[in-house]
């Protein structure tokens, strides 16, 4: 066969050129004769059959050859359908001869393709088994690739993996419980991991990039660009949803949010927005780049879109049921937490993650909620302020100490400057009296006349209103300024120690110093100057007006000592100082007396010695819940 077959074979040159001379002696006359044109004729026919011949061995011959191509391909391919190991594992050669196998059965149905339509049974069978070759490569190929994403996905750092909901935090009732000053510090030192700005992680091992994307290229080609997108979109969807539940973020629906109460809210909310700042700028970020790495060369947008969304929006979702809730003081900072999160990632959101047509919805979902989280910031600082301004009491505070709603404030207030930028941000354009004028000069800091900072002298300015209320009603008016001394000192160290202070600015430190130090001077003015008025003495003074006034005097100061040793000064230091200026003026007097009239009055007239009043005055402001006996002070 094959012999005949290459007599037969003609030049397809020579056979042209015969076609042309013969075409060419028809047109030259019509009037041929006869002879003539039948001897055309049967060449004519005799040229036809050497070209029906020609292809019909040549398509035979190529019919062979793609024949014994498809099975050593086809051998190929089942021997990886019967091996469920990765191929990667097996080698770069190996991959290679997949790979190639492949390559051999589409051109073969390319090659088919391109055959008439009526084609033999036999090259129908080996069209049919192509088929289904490139079917089961395909299934092969999409079964490798979710086993390689799967075995060689890497963990984000353990760096971003430090999520706490713990924390000491403000606790709100309608008294205002105290807050702990240690506890303040403690939530306010927690630094748990930050990220700041964008931050790439390898996903997948790197090693294994390039044999991904010879899998899409691969599919593409073949027309499983779809079979494809599922797989990677499943694997990569769950990877993140597994990330998610090493993060500790559960999924709440609005109804779960809105029940909760505050002490899981407030874990949760603290939470998320470290959660939405992690996986945006680290994971979310990794994940882009990792598409546009084996999905560079195709439509892939919605690729990323895909894998995200589900989770982008459950966060989403959380924020917005918050939001829903109603503003309560205590939830001041979380809201600023959340909000300064979500509108530093706008950027990112925009111009990085989710800026084609695809992401749109997303990036409107993000906008929208920093627009809410705005509002019910603004919302909740105003509400702040007003229960400040409102918190009444009908009994005075114990001991003339701090009061808790102090202690609250300015612990509060000492949280807000790590949110300067969200504050000055939102309280712009809201305006709010300030007892301080704008002023300029090189002493003088920008960040004095902001509207964070006149939002905060104004907060403090309505405290000490407050205050002022509840100074009224003490009966004792000495009481009434130790009180007052008491709660403005510890205003002004808490804006003296902190970052407060580039907000209140030295001009209103110094009014609020001269405030308690006249505090002081009115305690003692209404303490002390009727008992030592009963120290004045004159010539004419007899000794038994003498001993009265000695008499007097101890029986004044057993009852300041007995009422004001269970008042509390609760700084050492203002407490000492108030000790040295009370020993001063009353010492200095009772020396004066003695001195002048011990001699007179007699020894055992003379309750205290200046030693005994000295060390008795130490007492004063200690909070104790009984004097200790006076007795124990008088002189043998």
Request: charged share 25%; net charge negative.
């Amino acid at each position: 066969m094959a012999e005949f077959g290459s007599k037969l074979r003609v030049n397809n040159h020579v056979l042209e050129a015969c076609n042309h001379v013969v075409k060419a002696l028809r047109a030259s006359d019509n009037n041929l004769d006869p002879n003539l044109t039948k001897l055309l004729t049967d060449l004519e026919t005799h040229l036809s059959t050497l070209e029906i011949v020609d292809t019909k061995v040549e398509q035979d011959t190529k019919f062979s050859e793609i024949k014994k191509r498809f099975k050593e391909a086809n051998k190929v391919i089942i021997a990886w359908e019967q091996n469920q190991s990765m191929i990667f594992d097996a080698g770069l050669s190996e991959a290679d001869l997949f790979f190639h196998a492949l390559d051999d059965v589409q051109t073969l149905l390319m090659s088919f393709k391109a055959l008439p339509s009526k084609t033999n049974k036999k090259e129908k069978d080996v069209y049919n088994q192509a088929a289904v070759a490139l079917d089961v490569a395909m299934l092969r190929l999409e079964k490798e690739l979710c086993d390689v994403l799967n075995q060689y996905k890497q963990h984000v750092q353990p760096q971003y993996l430090s999520v706490s909901s713990r924390g000491k935090d403000i606790v709100f009732d309608e008294s205002f419980v105290s807050l702990d000053d240690v506890a303040v510090e403690a939530t306010s030192d927690e630094d748990d991991q930050q990220v700041l700005g964008s931050h790439n992680a390898e996903l997948v091992d790197p090693l294994v990039i390039p044999h991904i994307k010879a899998i899409a290229n691969a599919m593409f080609a073949c027309g499983y660009g779809q079979a494809f997108r599922e797989a990677f979109i499943s694997v990569r969807r769950d990877a993140l949803d597994e990330y998610m539940v090493t993060l500790e973020m559960e999924r709440f629906s609005c109804v779960d949010v809105l029940g909760m109460q505050w002490e899981d809210l407030n874990g949760e909310m603290r939470k998320w927005t470290k959660v939405l700042k992690i996986v945006t700028q680290v994971y979310l970020v990794s994940e882009k780049q990792l598409c546009d790495k084996i999905l560079g060369d195709f439509e892939q947008p919605s690729y990323f879109v895909e894998i995200s969304k589900d989770t982008v929006l459950s966060l989403l979702s959380f924020g917005e049921a918050v939001a829903l809730r109603s503003c309560q003081p205590e939830m001041l900072e979380r809201f600023l937490g959340m909000y300064e999160v979500s509108e530093e990632l706008l950027l990112d959101v925009d111009n990085l993650l989710f800026p084609d047509e695809t992401g749109s919805f997303l990036r409107t979902a993000f906008h929208e909620l920093s627009k809410k989280l705005a509002d019910r910031t603004v919302t909740t600082f105003l509400k702040f302020k007003n229960a400040v301004a409102s918190d009444e009491s009908s009994r005075a505070f114990p001991g003339g100490g701090i009061h808790h709603l102090c202690r609250y404030v300015m612990n509060y207030l000492k949280l807000l400057p790590e949110y300067k930028e969200a504050l000055n941000t939102l309280l712009e354009n809201i305006q709010v009296d300030d007892s301080i004028p704008e002023k300029t000069g090189q002493d003088i800091l920008p960040s004095t006349f902001s509207p964070m900072a006149r939002h905060l002298r104004s907060i403090v300015a309505t405290l000490e209103s407050t205050l002022e209320r509840k100074a009224q009603l003490y009966s004792d008016e000495s009481l009434k300024y130790i009180f007052l001394m008491n709660n403005c000192h510890y205003t002004v160290q808490k804006v003296k120690t902190s970052e407060l202070r580039h907000f209140f600015g030295d001009e209103w430190i110094r009014k609020h110093i001269a405030s308690y130090q006249h505090n002081v001077t009115d305690y003692e003015r209404t303490t002390w100057s009727s008992v030592l008025s009963l120290l004045k003495d004159n010539s004419k003074d007899s000794v038994a007006t003498l001993r009265e006034r000695c008499r007097l005097f101890c029986a004044a100061f057993d009852d300041v000592y007995k009422n004001q040793t269970r008042w509390s000064v609760p700084d050492p230091e203002l407490r000492d100082d108030l000790h040295i200026s009370t020993s001063v003026k009353v010492v200095q007097s009772y020396r004066g007396f003695l001195g002048r009239n011990a001699a007179l009055i007699g020894e055992k007239h003379i309750r205290y010695t200046c030693e005994d009043i000295e060390s008795l005055l130490l007492d004063l402001f200690e909070c104790l819940p009984s004097p200790r006996s006076l007795r124990s002070s008088r002189r043998r």
